[in-house]
């Protein structure tokens, strides 16, 4: 008896061996078409994305002498100035960039970026796209609109057609400006050079371009909804935490915390803390619930960019 013990314990480890590389193999073929869909999702954005770019630019943009600003502005600058093709200027000017992009975020996004930008130049240079309008404010609106969107989506796919952003990021490690912050200087500096090239009627309107362009590149990269974070300190934690589960139908973390009292915080009494993500259509509904419960609870808000997974987008609005 004693022994077949070990023939049946080698059936029972060659069943789970069997079993693990079944799931291996299962979960490779898994990573592989995520994988896939994943190159092709990227892709379709960065095609997407320039065209949207390409027709900005020769639609709008290019034939009536408009500027933006950004790498792109520098190539419209000069393209308005010397005619040197805007195509090579594109390519030419953004190299930097690219290769100061390999440096700071890695050898893929920089292969995906110079594939963009190459493209992109192309495009401009051989795409039969039509001259919408002459109207110098339909230009400016509509040619940074479709500039913006070319713009997001092509970031969106995990490259760039305009290299401003790396080399804001670049100069903020080694500087106390934000990356908005350089972006703005460059893009002032862009403007002020088009003043005093083409008058201060062509600057307005270039910096007009560059805010719908801006616009939508955070509509792009933000969505529809703009979430917000939300910390709730309060002694009614349970009920704030019941009405977000179960009315609000959202996702939460509870913390442990102590809250203090007066100027040296000596008196401190243990409360639960509540995170949650909103989005900006729920706000009123839960800071409402909140002061019905609490009217003396500690709320604070910040902007959240984007999720990954949770409750979030889920489920519908609901008023119950």
């Known amino acids: 008896m004693f022994e077949k013990l070990p023939v049946l314990t080698t059936v029972a480890n060659k069943a789970e061996d069997t079993s693990i590389g079944r799931y291996r193999r299962a979960k490779d073929t898994w990573l592989k078409k995520k994988t896939t869909w994943n190159t092709i999702r990227s892709a379709m954005f960065v095609i997407l994305g320039v065209l949207a770019a390409g027709f900005g630019l020769r639609g709008f943009l290019l034939p009536n002498h408009f500027i933006d600003g950004g790498v792109t502005g520098i190539s419209l600058l000069i393209n308005a ?32 970026s110079i594939m963009a930008i190459s493209l992109l130049a192309l495009v401009v240079a051989v795409f039969p796209y039509p001259i919408v309008t002459e109207d110098k404010l339909l230009i400016a609106v509509f040619g ?5 969107a ?53 600057a307005l309107y270039a910096m007009l371009t560059y805010l719908a362009a801006a616009r939508t590149i955070d509509f792009i990269l933000d969505g529809i909804e703009e979430f917000t974070g939300v910390t709730i300190i309060s002694p009614r934690s349970e009920e704030i935490a019941e009405f977000i ?5 959202r996702g939460l973390t509870i913390y442990s ?28 509904r839960l800071t409402t619930e909140i002061e019905k419960i609490d009217p003396n609870a500690f709320v604070v808000m910040t902007s959240v960019r984007d999720t990954r997974g949770g409750m979030v987008k889920k489920r519908p609005l609901k008023e119950h």
């Open 81 to 112: 100035k010397t005619g040197f093709p805007l195509s090579l200027l594109i390519i030419l000017i953004n190299i930097p960039f690219v290769l100061l992009g390999w440096k700071q975020i890695g050898g893929e996004f920089s292969i995906k």
């Open 144 to 148: 940074g609109f479709f500039l913006g």
């Open 150 to 202: 070319g713009i997001g989506l092509t970031i969106r796919g995990g490259a760039v057609i305009d290299g401003t952003e790396i080399l804001a990021i670049f100069l903020s490690r080694k500087r106390s400006l934000s990356v908005g912050e350089f972006i703005m200087v460059f893009n002032i500096i862009i403007f002020s050079v088009a003043a005093w090239l083409f008058g201060v009627e062509t």
């Open 245 to 249: 589960k179960q009315k609000m139908g």
């Open 257 to 284: 915390g102590k809250s203090g009292f007066g100027k040296r915080g000596d008196t401190l009494l243990a409360n639960d803390i509540i995170f949650t993500v909103v989005t900006r259509l729920e706000i009123t």
